[in-house]
C-alpha cells in the first residue's frame, strides 16, 4: 500500500563515511506503518535544501559551511550534530516534509519525486482540443503531489489542477468519471463547480475559472492568486484575521456546503482557508473533487493525536474547527499540543465553539448540531431546500468503500500511536528516579527477611 506523507515522519543520521566528501547516512521511517528506508546525502546536498526551505520563515539554525578542516572527526560528529537538528525540525509537521524540496531530499521508495509526475500529469491538457497550456505554476501546493498549471479555454484563462492518488484511493474505474459528472449535477451554492475534470489510473486533473482575487488565505495575505506556497504564506508573512460577522457568515456558509456533503456519504475533510472562495455573493468549498484521490489533510496527524476523532464526520468537523481558528488568529496550524492556550488567545466569542470542537467534555459535536450551535445565531444563509437525493447504487458503494477504507486505516494508525504512547510512558516510568528508588527499597526489604530469617 502507498504510504501517507502526512504520517509523521523520523529523519535520524545514523552514520556517515568519509572520503573525497563526507555522505552521511539518514535512516528515515514512518513509526506508525513501521515503514523504513535510509538515503545517504552529502552537507552540500542538505545546504540546497536549507536554501530552498528559507522562505518558509524557520529558525533551522543550519550548520555553516567550512572550507579547512572539514574532514576532522571533532568537526563531522560536530556538524553531524548541527545536521540532525536541522532535520528534526524539517519533520516537525507535514506542511514542511510533505513539501517538494523534502521529499525530494528524502525519496521514499515506491513515491515518484514532482518532476516524476510532472508529465503524466499535464497528459490531458495535450490531448485535449480545447485547452492550451500557458505554463505550469510549480511549488503552488503544501503536498509535492498536487500540481497547478495555467491553462487558456477559449481565449479565456483557466486554472487546472492536478493530484495523484493516495492511500486510500480505490481502484480506478469509470465510477470515478461518473461521480464527479454526479456531483457537477448537485445544487449546493456553497460548492465550487468545475469546468473540465479529468480523471484517470493515476490521478484527477480538474479545471476551473481563475479566482482574480485568489483563495480566501489569499486575500487573508494580501498575496497574488499564484505563487509558492511558503512565499505567499511563510512564518514572516503576515496574515490579516477577518472580523467577527465575516467568519460567523463564512463559515456558517462553508458548514452547509459540508452537511450536504456528508448527506452524499462524500468524504470530504480537506477544509481550509486556501480551498475557499470568497465572492460578494457568497464563499464557496473548492477542490471536494480529490477526495476521491485517497489524500489526506494536513490535519491528520493532529487528529490521530486526538482522543475523540473516530469517524469520518469527526474529521469534517475538526478540520472546520481548524478553519475557524485559520481565519480568527491568522495561523495555518491549529496548535493541538497547547489546546487551551490557543483558544483563550482568541477573542472570547470563539471560545465556546473551539472548545465544543477540540477539547469536548464526551464527544465531539456532529456538523448538525454545530449547525444549531448559538455561535451561528442570526446568521443569514440559504439552506439546501430538502432534496430526495437519489444517489446511484453503484456510486453509494465506491464512495461507502473509500469512507471504510479512510475510516479503517485511520483506526488503525491511531490505536498504533497510543500503543507507542503508552510504551513510552511505561518506558519512562521504568526509568525513573521514582521507580528506581521503589524498586530498590523492595531488594532491600527482600535482603533484610532473608537476613532476619
Known sequence: MMQDITNTLICDIIGYSSNKYTEYEISCSYPLTNYKWTVKRR???FYALNKELTPFGLELKFPPKKTFGNKKLSFIEER????QAFLDKITVHPLIYCSEPVMTFLKPPELPTAADILPYSLMPLRTSKNLTLAGSVPKASWRFCKLYA???ADDNRKVYSWMMYGPDHQEYSSIVPEILTFLQKQQCPYICKHSIAFPDQRGIGIVRNQWINGSLRDQMYRKPAFGTFWEKYGMDNEAYVLNNVNIKTIARQILEALVFLNCLTFPFVDIHCGNIIVTEAEAQLSDVEFTLCGQSSFNRPAMIRSEHVKSIEDMMVFNFGQFIYEMAAGTLVFPDHCTHEAIIKLKPQY???LREIFCPNEKMPSLTELRNHNFFENVAVAMNPKQNIIIPGALKAYLDKLSTAITKRFEKEKSAYFEHQRNEYIEELLHSD???????????????MRVET
Open 434 to 448: 521514582g521507580e528506581r528508588s521503589r524498586r530498590r527499597d523492595l531488594v532491600l526489604a527482600k535482603l533484610r
Open 43 to 45: 552537507y552540500n546536498e
Open 150 to 152: 495555467h491553462v487558456n
Open 351 to 353: 471560545h465556546e465553539i
Open 80 to 83: 553531524k550534530e548541527g545536521l
